[in-house]
């Protein structure tokens, strides 16, 4: 998607939907100033190819850090009219940047229905030469990592996975610390108990992923007790967490964090020795009143 939004319309649209929302929806942000920097960042992207550079005439860079909301609210500037119009048709829509999720509400006669859902791609497409690509009308859907289907009258979930995933996950020989291979068992767990409405279902991706792991080297035996632990803390997440889309974080009392990143090495101190250190000597120094000395 980012590759195909033409940079001048794109400009113009999101400029005049700054300055109309600057002082009404948004009230922390300079609207010149920030159509100013979009300017700059996005009529200036320079590509390096061997020992040649080109610059970026039209098109989205991809991986620059203002392309994800950028591409969101240029299509969604189109969208929220789009949806309006076809509301009658859309019971649910939801999109994140380049992937959309729809419930269809079906026309009784079949040949209706066929040409409404055809208007509907159609006018998807009306957007300054944007192209989606729909999946035919399914009870069974896959988006983003789930497979959403209809089953009766309920909507059950399960793990997507690409057929292209080569599930390269490190290896026991990386050089990495020691919490990232537990980690990383903790994250996937978790995220496929949540995941899956069927039990059956997760306990069979959870198969899967110890499988994989022993696939790249990591011994069955030290596996074992890391899932066993795996379990019973996505156990007491998910019973924690019943009600978890009513959750939100509230940042305001939330004291700044300053994150350090260093290159990994196995020779280095631990985290929470560099930890100690910073509050000793920089956020909480404590000063040795014996070595002072006073002067009038």
């Known amino acids: ?41 996005f009529e200036n992207n320079i ?9 970026q005439i039209s098109g989205t860079g991809m991986g620059i850090s203002p392309a994800p909301p950028w591409a969101t609210i240029f299509y969604g500037l189109y969208e929220s009219s789009l949806l ?23 026309h009784p006669c079949q040949d209706t229905n066929e040409k409404l859902w055809n208007d509907f791609q159609e006018d998807m497409q009306n957007w300054h030469g944007l192209e989606w690509t729909c999946e035919p009308l399914a009870t069974s859907v896959n988006f983003m990592d789930l497979t ?16 292209q995933n080569l599930y390269l996950y490190l290896p026991p020989h990386s050089s990495h610390p020691r919490g990232i291979e537990t980690g990383l068992i903790f994250g996937q767990v978790l995220r496929i108990r949540r995941l ?14 110890f499988q994989r792991l022993c696939e790249r080297g990591h011994n069955s035996s030290s596996l074992t007790p890391i899932f066993s632990q795996a379990e019973d803390n996505a156990r007491a997440f998910l019973e ?4 978890a889309d009513t959750r939100h974080f509230d940042s305001t009392g939330a004291p700044h ?35 002072i000395t006073w002067s009038c």
């Open 148 to 163: 959403i289907s209809i089953t009766e009258t309920r909507l059950s979930t399960t793990l997507y996975e690409k057929p």
């Open 257 to 291: 964090k300053l994150f350090l990143h260093l290159r990994y090495h196995p020779e280095d101190p631990p985290a929470h020795e560099i930890q100690k250190l910073w509050r000793q000597h920089v956020s909480q120094p404590r000063m040795n009143l014996h070595s």
């Open 84 to 106: 309006d119009q076809w509301r009658h048709r859309i019971g649910f829509y939801r999109r994140f940047i380049d992937d959309v999720f729809g419930i269809w509400i079906t």
């Open 196 to 209: 899956c409405s069927k039990q059956e279902d997760a306990d069979a991706h959870i198969k899967q992923l």
């Open 47 to 55: 590509i390096a190819f061997g020992d040649t550079y080109w610059q």
């Open 1 to 41: 998607m980012y590759t195909n939004i033409k940079t001048q319309p794109a400009i113009a649209h999101i400029s005049k939907y700054l300055r109309d929302e600057a002082g009404r929806t948004f009230t922390h942000y300079n609207p010149e100033s920030l159509i100013e920097a979009i300017h700059i960042v």
């Open 240 to 243: 924690k967490n019943n009600n």
